[in-house]
């Protein structure tokens, strides 16, 4: 990675840092955003404190103006961005019957335009210099549902298939478009539905073969393998690093 910029969205802590670290330590000059001032001066101290030089950018991923002007700032300080992974998201759990439609509007807005809009901009930059890499954040709920996630799920159905559209446009510019689908993570995302006795923490270790929560660090092998020239010939995928849920339909408990 070593002459490569990187700039991965709302890598402020959890998986974002975890990904963004792997690309670090890895040689590339990582570049960060967040929407939060503090948890982007918080990260540049944890970034330090693990050896990492990190430039962080505070903008919304979801203004379009703000994204040009942010990455121009960032072409003009650093060079073309040769990585993006669109991490920044947010999950919203309500039942469908009682989802303000805002909600609605505002979760499909983050999870699946903002990516839209960011690698929009970025490849330009990447078609100019004759190539890039970008990975977009997906999530099991690509595939499957769960109770009161209506607008994630939409959001990250619709982000696999915005991941194969911008890999047929563009790989004729050597631009790779891929995703990471990540399982059930132990972040802050997740801390509601984890800890303090939630059910839904045994339902989950139950369900995977791993029988484990995720560790951030476990994406960090899909990330550098889709980041480097080692998946040049891979476009329009989704990689899942879910400790095999998606394969199989689980195991009755008594079993
Ligand atoms: N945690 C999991 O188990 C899990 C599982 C599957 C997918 N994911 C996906 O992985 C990604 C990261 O997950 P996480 O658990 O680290 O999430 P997180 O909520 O802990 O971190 C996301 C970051 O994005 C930032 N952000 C939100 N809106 C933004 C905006 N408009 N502009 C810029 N930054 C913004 C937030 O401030 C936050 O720091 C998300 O896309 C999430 O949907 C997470």
Same mark, same amino acid.
């Given at each position: ?72 700032? %960032?072409?003009?300080?650093?060079? !073309?961005?040769?990585?993006? $992974?669109? &991490?920044?998201?947010?999950?919203? #759990? ?98 509601? %539905?984890?800890?303090?006795?939630? !059910?839904?923490?045994?339902? $989950?270790? &139950?369900?995977?073969?791993?029988? #484990? ?43």
């Amino acid at each position: 990675m070593s002459g490569k910029n990187a700039l991965v969205t709302g890598a402020t802590h959890g998986l974002g840092m975890a990904m963004a670290s792997a690309l670090a330590k890895s040689g590339a000059n990582l570049l960060f955003n967040d929407i939060d001032q503090q948890k982007i001066d918080q990260a540049t101290k944890d970034y330090a404190a693990n050896g990492i030089t990190a430039h962080g950018y505070l903008f919304d991923v979801t203004d379009q103006k703000a994204v040009d002007e942010n990455i121009s700032a %960032i072409e003009n300080t650093f060079g !073309p961005i040769h990585i993006l $992974i669109n &991490n920044a998201g947010i999950i919203m #759990r309500v039942p469908a019957l009682e989802m303000d439609p805002q909600d609605f509007r505002k979760v499909i807005d983050i999870d699946l335009v903002s990516p839209f809009i960011m690698s929009q901009r970025v490849a330009k930059t990447m078609k100019e210099i004759g190539g890039g890499k970008i990975i977009n954040i997906c999530s099991m709920m690509s595939e499957l549902d769960r109770d009161s996630v209506s607008a994630y799920a939409a959001a990250k159905g619709g982000l696999k298939m915005l991941t194969r559209n911008l890999a047929t446009e563009w790989a004729k510019y050597n631009i790779n478009v891929n995703g990471i689908g990540p399982g059930y993570f132990a972040t802050a995302q997740t801390a509601p %539905i984890r800890i303090g006795g939630h !059910p839904f923490n045994e339902f $989950i270790i &139950n369900r995977t073969p791993a029988g #484990r929560w995720g560790d951030p660090e476990d994406l960090q092998g899909a990330t550098i393998f889709l980041a480097s020239k080692a998946s040049d010939f891979v476009n329009g995928q989704v990689i899942y690093v879910d400790g095999g849920i998606l394969a199989t339909i689980g195991k009755p408990s008594n079993e």
